[in-house]
Each structure stands twice: as structure tokens, then as C-alpha cells.
């Protein structure tokens, strides 16, 4: 017996409209985030009825984004490729099919003059996603600094269901369409048509607003990450990670899950004149930041008992510190890393894998081929050569606080210096960790927290 569809009311019929074109579930992923919508229109063939009320529902709740630009096609499968798959930006459709595309509420042309690039090929993207392409967008534009002086961009807003009778766009969907091009600076020129006044002008606001220099986002990274370890330290280590997270986010590293996209790489290439790491430069101040916010997180894991997430971020963070080794970029880690909060991640990593361990975690086979992270005690070995045994105490409070019990001679305290494995020697100790074995070696004791 058939469900008699039609006998339900009105607004749960289009409740499931909602839910049948919902763009979520139409969404075919990629691994490490982006893809491509497959919408399904079957639903429409129903009947004459449920045509009209499912497109209705369609028209309202579904917007699209047509984006022309004037790369040249070999540029253009790359950029494809970028934007949906590494710039985590879904596409609806683009290429050929993108030219031909017309259900789209804001049109955006970008060209290149300088270079005759006029908008030869289309992508369009579902409004939910603008502000991602946007992203994409902002972040190209920190690393290449002239890119944006050298292109022009227009807007037009319009009605793609009744060109000819156009019905007002609301205001709250104008400012969704163009607002999120608030990131995009320092453009050429910019034309925006069919937009209502108010809307122009906040997007022109936000335009004429200067990026956050690096040494900014530093210290606002350092901030959030020290806002962070206080919320720890109150006992909500949820509300930690979150600030972690920004933290991250404001030196360009984006978290997703376990997902993480390192951004911007060459706007921190600048020497930061002023403030509180005047005199360094914005590579090295982030990679410290990177070192610190990756030991903290994996102590708030830790505090949630989420083992396998802790050693996921620990162990990643490691094997990224290692593959570094025997590349130029060793010698500015050695200049610049801290050892201790180098030390309490293979600690805290340790720590993890040793709960997971314990456990029987299904997750420990992914790490067993990985050399020196695949169990915990080839981390907790790695500690000694970081951490003075002037840290014991710290080491002592770390395992006592996630009830794990290590002997001591597991870190090798008493390896010579320069036994040290080059892949594992990351730096030298900070200024305070130089004085605190100085002092351990003539028999003085001292206390170091973290």
C-alpha cells in the first residue's frame, strides 16, 4: 500500500523537501575535506504537485555563487583541484557545465588587465560554502602580497528565476552573498551592481580594513593560548581546546576535526619590529607557538581521557618534527624550538599511548610500523634528551595526574648530550632550562613548572 504523501500537512511536506535537498547529504567528500555536490532531483517527477511545492522549497532554501575568473585552462585544473581539495571549499560545479550555469544569486567576475586575463572559466559554489572560497582567497593573498593589486572584481546581484520581473532579494541574503568578500583587500577595483546601499558600503568597510600584521596574530595567538591554559587550569579542558583552536587559527593554521591546514606560510617571512617578540621574525615565533599549542592540546585530550586523540595530535606533531631532519630548516629548528614544551609532548604523547595500551585500543596497530612513536615507551625514552632531571618533578606530576606509572630509567636522564640522536635533538634548552641543569649539575635543586 502506497503512503499517502499528499494527505500530510503542507508544512511537514516541506520539511522533507528540506531534508531531500539538503546539501550535506549530497555531498561527496574527499579525505582530507572539499568535494563535490551530487544533488538528486527525482523527487520532482512525482507529480504536479509536489513539483511545485518541492521546487518552491528548493528556490528558498538552495543558493548558489557563479564565480568567473581568467586563469588559463592548465592553470585552471589546478586551481579546481586546490579550491575543492586542499582549500576544503565543496564545488558545485564548474568548467563547461559551470559555463552554462544560470541559478545563481550573486555573480562574481574577477579579471587581470595588467595581464589581458579576462573571466574565461566559472566555478560555482553553494552559498554555505562562500566563506570558505573566500578563505582560499584571503589566505593566497597573505602569501603572494601583490596578487589582489593586479585584479579587478565585480558584483551583481540578481533574481535567476524571474530575470524578467525581478522580486526584491532580501537584505539578510544580500549581505550573505557579498559580505564574506569582506577578507578580499587591497584589490584593484572593485564594482558592485544590484546591491541595496547598506550592504556596498559594509562590504567596503570591510574591505578597507588592513590584514592583521604577523606580529598580531602572534601575540593574539599567544593570548587565546594563555586564556587556554587558565580555563585548564579551572578543570574545563573542553573550554581549553577551544581556545587552543583559536589559537591556532589566528597564526593561519585551520582545525578541522583531525584535519589541519598550515596557511600562509610566507606572510610570516617578516621580521616583527615591536611588541612582545620584537626582534624575531614571524616563522620563528609561530613555530614556537605550533610547538607549544600541540603539547597543550594534547594535555587537555588527556584530561578528557580522549587517549587516541592525544596520541593522534602528539604523534603527528613528531613525525613532522623528525621529517624535518636533514633539511636546511634543521638548523633554524635548533636555533629556535623550546625543549621543554618539546619534552611534555613526547611526554604527554607517551602518556596516551601507554592509556591505549592498557586498553587494547583498536588505533595502536596504525602507529606500530611508525619507528620510535609506535609505542609508549619508545616516546618516553625520547624525554630524557629534552628534559633535564632537573624536570622530574614535572614529569613525576604528569604521570601521577593520568595514573601512569613509568621507571625512571625509561627516559634516560643520564645519556651524554652527545649521544643524542640527530633525529630527535629538535634544540638546544631555553635560557631557564640551560640555568636549571647548571644548577643540577653542581648539586643544586630548583623547581621548573611548566
Same mark, same amino acid.
Given at each position: 500500500?502506497?503512503?499517502?504523501?499528499?494527505?500530510?500537512?503542507?508544512?511537514? %511536506?516541506e520539511q522533507i523537501y528540506s531534508l531531500y535537498f539538503n546539501p550535506s547529504s549530497r555531498l561527496e567528500r574527499r579525505e582530507n575535506g572539499g568535494g563535490q555536490y551530487r544533488f538528486d532531483f527525482d523527487i520532482l517527477r512525482v507529480s504536479k504537485q509536489v513539483y511545485i511545492e518541492a521546487q518552491t522549497v528548493w528556490r528558498r532554501e538552495v543558493h548558489f555563487v557563479r564565480i568567473e575568473t581568467p586563469w588559463p585552462q592548465a592553470a585552471w585544473i589546478h586551481a579546481v583541484n586546490h579550491i575543492s581539495h586542499e582549500g576544503l571549499v565543496p564545488i558545485v560545479t564548474a568548467g563547461v557545465s559551470g559555463d552554462t550555469f544560470r541559478y545563481h544569486h550573486g555573480l562574481v567576475q574577477i579579471t587581470a588587465p595588467a595581464y589581458g586575463g579576462e573571466p574565461e572559466h566559472t566555478i560555482v559554489v553553494l552559498l554555505d560554502d562562500l566563506h570558505l572560497f573566500c578563505y582560499v582567497w584571503f589566505y593566497s593573498a597573505l602569501n603572494y602580497e601583490e596578487l589582489n593589486h593586479h585584479l579587478r572584481v565585480s558584483f551583481a546581484l540578481q533574481d535567476p528565476y524571474y530575470p524578467a520581473d525581478p522580486k526584491p532579494i532580501p537584505i539578510a541574503l544580500q549581505k550573505k552573498l557579498l559580505l564574506p568578500f569582506g577578507k578580499v583587500k587591497e584589490l584593484d577595483e572593485v564594482t558592485i551592481t544590484g546591491y541595496d546601499d547598506v550592504v556596498k558600503e559594509?562590504?567596503? %568597510?570591510?574591505?578597507?580594513?588592513?590584514?592583521?600584521?604577523?606580529? @598580531?596574530?602572534?601575540?593574539?595567538?599567544?593570548?587565546?593560548?594563555?586564556?587556554?591554559? %587558565?580555563?585548564?587550569?579551572?578543570?574545563r579542558p573542553k573550554g581549553a581546546l577551544e581556545l587552543y583552536f583559536k589559537a591556532f587559527h589566528a597564526i593561519h593554521i585551520i582545525i578541522s576535526g583531525r584535519l589541519r591546514s598550515v596557511l600562509a606560510d610566507h606572510f610570516f617571512h617578516k621580521s616583527i619590529l615591536e611588541g612582545r617578540y620584537k626582534g624575531q621574525t614571524g616563522t620563528t615565533v609561530r613555530i614556537i607557538l605550533r610547538i607549544m599549542l600541540v603539547s597543550r592540546t594534547v594535555n587537555a585530550y588527556l584530561k578528557l581521557e580522549q587517549w587516541e586523540e592525544a596520541a593522534f595530535w602528539g604523534i603527528r606533531s613528531i613525525k613532522i618534527m623528525r621529517n624535518t631532519v636533514g633539511t636546511e630548516f634543521e638548523d633554524f629548528l635548533v636555533e629556535v624550538a623550546g625543549m621543554l614544551d618539546s619534552g611534555l609532548l613526547y611526554l604527554r604523547t607517551g602518556i596516551a599511548m601507554?592509556?591505549?595500551?592498557?586498553?587494547?585500543?583498536?588505533?595502536?596497530?596504525?602507529?606500530?610500523?611508525?619507528?620510535?612513536?609506535?609505542?609508549?615507551?619508545?616516546?618516553?625514552r625520547v624525554v630524557g634528551k629534552f628534559l633535564v632531571k632537573h624536570h622530574r618533578g614535572l614529569i613525576? @606530576?604528569?604521570?601521577?595526574?593520568n595514573s601512569v606509572k613509568v621507571p625512571e630509567s625509561v627516559f634516560l636522564f643520564d645519556l651524554p648530550r652527545d649521544d643524542r640522536s640527530d633525529v630527535d635533538s629538535?634544540?638546544?634548552?631555553?635560557?631557564?632550562?640551560?640555568?636549571?641543569?647548571?644548577?643540577?649539575?653542581?648539586?643544586t635543586s630548583s623547581t621548573q613548572a611548566e
Amino acid at each position: 500500500m502506497l503512503f499517502p504523501f499528499l494527505s500530510l500537512p503542507l508544512e511537514l %511536506r516541506e520539511q522533507i523537501y528540506s531534508l531531500y535537498f539538503n546539501p550535506s547529504s549530497r555531498l561527496e567528500r574527499r579525505e582530507n575535506g572539499g568535494g563535490q555536490y551530487r544533488f538528486d532531483f527525482d523527487i520532482l517527477r512525482v507529480s504536479k504537485q509536489v513539483y511545485i511545492e518541492a521546487q518552491t522549497v528548493w528556490r528558498r532554501e538552495v543558493h548558489f555563487v557563479r564565480i568567473e575568473t581568467p586563469w588559463p585552462q592548465a592553470a585552471w585544473i589546478h586551481a579546481v583541484n586546490h579550491i575543492s581539495h586542499e582549500g576544503l571549499v565543496p564545488i558545485v560545479t564548474a568548467g563547461v557545465s559551470g559555463d552554462t550555469f544560470r541559478y545563481h544569486h550573486g555573480l562574481v567576475q574577477i579579471t587581470a588587465p595588467a595581464y589581458g586575463g579576462e573571466p574565461e572559466h566559472t566555478i560555482v559554489v553553494l552559498l554555505d560554502d562562500l566563506h570558505l572560497f573566500c578563505y582560499v582567497w584571503f589566505y593566497s593573498a597573505l602569501n603572494y602580497e601583490e596578487l589582489n593589486h593586479h585584479l579587478r572584481v565585480s558584483f551583481a546581484l540578481q533574481d535567476p528565476y524571474y530575470p524578467a520581473d525581478p522580486k526584491p532579494i532580501p537584505i539578510a541574503l544580500q549581505k550573505k552573498l557579498l559580505l564574506p568578500f569582506g577578507k578580499v583587500k587591497e584589490l584593484d577595483e572593485v564594482t558592485i551592481t544590484g546591491y541595496d546601499d547598506v550592504v556596498k558600503e559594509e562590504l567596503e %568597510r570591510e574591505m578597507a580594513t588592513p590584514y592583521d600584521s604577523p606580529q @598580531k596574530c602572534c601575540e593574539d595567538s599567544a593570548e587565546f593560548m594563555e586564556a587556554g591554559d %587558565r580555563v585548564l587550569s579551572e578543570g574545563r579542558p573542553k573550554g581549553a581546546l577551544e581556545l587552543y583552536f583559536k589559537a591556532f587559527h589566528a597564526i593561519h593554521i585551520i582545525i578541522s576535526g583531525r584535519l589541519r591546514s598550515v596557511l600562509a606560510d610566507h606572510f610570516f617571512h617578516k621580521s616583527i619590529l615591536e611588541g612582545r617578540y620584537k626582534g624575531q621574525t614571524g616563522t620563528t615565533v609561530r613555530i614556537i607557538l605550533r610547538i607549544m599549542l600541540v603539547s597543550r592540546t594534547v594535555n587537555a585530550y588527556l584530561k578528557l581521557e580522549q587517549w587516541e586523540e592525544a596520541a593522534f595530535w602528539g604523534i603527528r606533531s613528531i613525525k613532522i618534527m623528525r621529517n624535518t631532519v636533514g633539511t636546511e630548516f634543521e638548523d633554524f629548528l635548533v636555533e629556535v624550538a623550546g625543549m621543554l614544551d618539546s619534552g611534555l609532548l613526547y611526554l604527554r604523547t607517551g602518556i596516551a599511548m601507554k592509556k591505549m595500551e592498557e586498553n587494547g585500543s583498536e588505533e595502536l596497530s596504525s602507529y606500530t610500523e611508525d619507528e620510535g612513536v609506535g609505542s609508549s615507551e619508545s616516546l618516553f625514552r625520547v624525554v630524557g634528551k629534552f628534559l633535564v632531571k632537573h624536570h622530574r618533578g614535572l614529569i613525576h @606530576k604528569e604521570l601521577e595526574e593520568n595514573s601512569v606509572k613509568v621507571p625512571e630509567s625509561v627516559f634516560l636522564f643520564d645519556l651524554p648530550r652527545d649521544d643524542r640522536s640527530d633525529v630527535d635533538s629538535m634544540a638546544p634548552m631555553s635560557h631557564v632550562d640551560a640555568e636549571a641543569e647548571a644548577e643540577d649539575s653542581t648539586g643544586t635543586s630548583s623547581t621548573q613548572a611548566e
